[in-house]
C-alpha cells in the first residue's frame, strides 16, 4: 500500500499544484477560460488512461518518446503562461498555454500511473486479493490527495492577491519546467540531438539524483501560499455599509482561512508521504539468517521438522568455487512444500523474505502464491531438483552447484 501510495504522489503531486494554481489564476478565473481549463483536464487524464491501457493490453508503446513529445510542448506552453503572467498584452497567450498545459501534463505524469493496477494483477493473479485491495488502496489515497491539492491550489491562489499570486504561479510553473528539463535533455542526448556536454550532463544529472527536490520545491511554494492567505484572512474587513455587509467580508475570510488550512495540511501529508514514506521504503528488509543442515557424500539433508512450520526458511550452500548459493522451504499444506533459489529469473539474486505469513520478493515487493514456489515463471523462486525420503528433504549438491552462477 505504501509504495505505492508514495510511487503515485511523487509522479503528481507537483503537476497538481501547478495546475491548481494556474487554474486560479486572475485570467483563467472566467467562466469561458475555467470551462475549456476543465475540458483539457479531462482530455488529458483521458488520453493518458487510452494510452496506458494500449501500452500494456494492446501493443508496445516508447513512453521516453512520448514524454520527450509531451515535454516539448509543454515547455512551449510554460513559456506562454509566464509571458501571458506579466505581460497585459499576451493574457490570450496565457489562456492558451493554460489549456495546452491541462491536457500535456496529467497525459504526461498519468500515463505510467495508470499502468500500477495492472502491475497488480501480474503480481497477484487476482484483483480480488487482500493484497491486490491494499495496493489499490494506496493508488486511490495518492491520486485522491493530488486531486486535493489541485482544488486548494486553485482555491488558495484565486483568493491571494493578483501581484502575489501570480508571483506564486511563476515559481511553481518554473520548478515544472526545471523538473522534467533534465528527463527531456536526457532523451536528447541519447538521441544525439544535442552534442554532449559538460554542462547538459551536469543538469541532466541533477534532475535524475535529485528530482524530489522539484516537489519539495513546489511544496514549499504551496505552503508560502497557505500561510500567506491564512494572514490575509485574519484581517478585519473594512469598507462594509451595514451589518450584513460585515457579516459577508467576515464568512469571506473565514472561507479564506479555511482554505489556507486545508491547503497546509494536505500538502504537509504529501511531504509526510514524500520523505517518511520514501525513507520507509528504502529502509527494506535485510535476509534472514541461513540455517544449518547434514551435508554427507554430496547430499544436503533437511529434517522435515525443521520446516514444517509454514514459515519461510534460508539455506545456503557453499559451492565449489567460493559463491553462496541460497534457497529457500517453505511448507505449503500438509507433506507438500515450496523449494527453490532464493532467487528468480525477473529480479535476479535479490531473494524473499516473509512478511505477515507471506513470501515476498526483495527488489519488486510482489508476493508470491505459495502454491506456486516450486513451479517455473514470472518472479516465482527457480526451482531445482530434489527429493523427500526418510523424513527428510534430500538435495543433491551437484543441483546447486549448477546454479551458482545466478548469485555471482
Not at 24 to 34: A, L
Not at 58 to 71: C, D, P, R, Y
Not at 163 to 174: A, M, N, P
Amino acid at each position: 500500500m505504501l509504495k505505492y501510495l508514495v510511487e503515485v504522489l511523487e509522479l503528481t503531486c507537483l503537476i497538481s499544484l501547478a495546475l491548481g494554481a494556474l487554474w486560479g489564476s486572475q485570467p483563467c478565473r472566467t467562466p469561458v477560460c475555467s470551462g475549456r481549463f476543465l475540458k483539457g483536464l479531462g482530455a488529458g487524464i483521458l488520453a493518458a488512461l487510452a494510452l496506458s491501457i494500449y501500452k500494456h493490453v494492446i501493443g508496445h508503446v516508447s513512453q521516453e518518446t512520448v514524454n520527450f513529445v509531451l515535454q516539448s510542448g509543454a515547455f512551449v506552453a510554460l513559456l506562454l503562461c509566464v509571458a501571458g503572467l506579466w505581460l497585459a498584452r499576451l493574457t490570450g497567450a496565457l489562456k492558451l498555454g493554460a489549456v495546452v498545459l491541462a491536457v500535456l501534463l496529467p497525459l504526461y505524469a498519468l500515463t505510467p500511473v495508470f499502468g500500477f493496477p495492472y502491475r497488480f494483477v501480474l503480481a497477484d493473479q487476482s484483483a480480488f486479493s487482500d493484497e491486490y485491495l491494499f495496493k489499490l488502496a494506496g493508488f486511490l489515497l495518492a491520486l485522491l490527495l493530488s486531486l486535493l491539492l489541485l482544488i486548494l491550489a486553485r482555491l488558495t491562489l484565486k483568493a491571494l492577491p493578483e501581484r502575489g499570486g501570480r508571483l506564486l504561479i511563476t515559481l511553481l510553473l518554473l520548478v515544472v519546467f526545471a523538473a522534467i528539463l533534465g528527463e527531456c535533455l536526457q532523451y536528447a542526448l541519447a538521441r544525439r540531438f544535442l552534442p554532449m556536454s559538460k554542462p547538459l550532463f551536469a543538469v541532466v544529472k541533477f534532475s535524475v539524483n535529485e528530482a524530489a527536490v522539484f516537489r519539495y520545491a513546489g511544496i514549499a511554494v504551496a505552503l508560502v501560499a497557505a500561510v500567506l492567505l491564512f494572514i490575509q484572512g485574519l484581517r478585519r474587513p473594512q469598507n462594509y455599509k451595514n451589518a450584513a455587509g460585515r457579516r459577508k467580508l467576515l464568512a469571506a475570510s473565514l472561507k479564506q482561512r479555511r482554505s489556507a488550512l486545508w491547503l497546509a495540511v494536505f500538502t504537509l501529508t504529501a511531504l509526510g508521504v514524500l520523505t517518511l514514506g520514501r525513507a520507509s521504503l528504502n529502509r527494506g528488509f535485510e535476509l534472514s539468517p541461513a540455517e544449518a543442515f547434514t551435508l554427507k557424500d554430496g547430499v544436503i539433508s533437511i529434517p522435515l521438522t525443521q520446516v514444517s512450520d509454514h514459515h519461510l526458511h534460508r539455506f545456503a550452500y557453499q559451492a565449489s568455487d567460493g559463491t553462496e548459493v541460497r534457497f529457500i522451504i517453505v511448507q505449503k499444506t500438509g507433506s507438500s512444500f515450496g523449494i527453490g533459489l532464493d532467487a528468480c529469473e525477473i529480479c535476479g539474486s535479490t531473494g524473499y523474505y516473509e512478511r505477515d505469513g507471506q513470501v515476498v520478493c526483495m527488489l519488486c515487493d510482489v508476493v508470491m502464491n505459495i502454491n506456486t514456489i516450486g513451479y517455473r515463471g514470472g518472479c516465482n523462486p527457480i526451482p531445482f531438483d530434489y527429493s523427500i525420503d526418510a523424513g527428510a528433504i534430500q538435495i543433491a549438491v551437484e543441483a546447486l552447484e549448477k546454479e551458482s552462477g545466478r548469485f555471482k
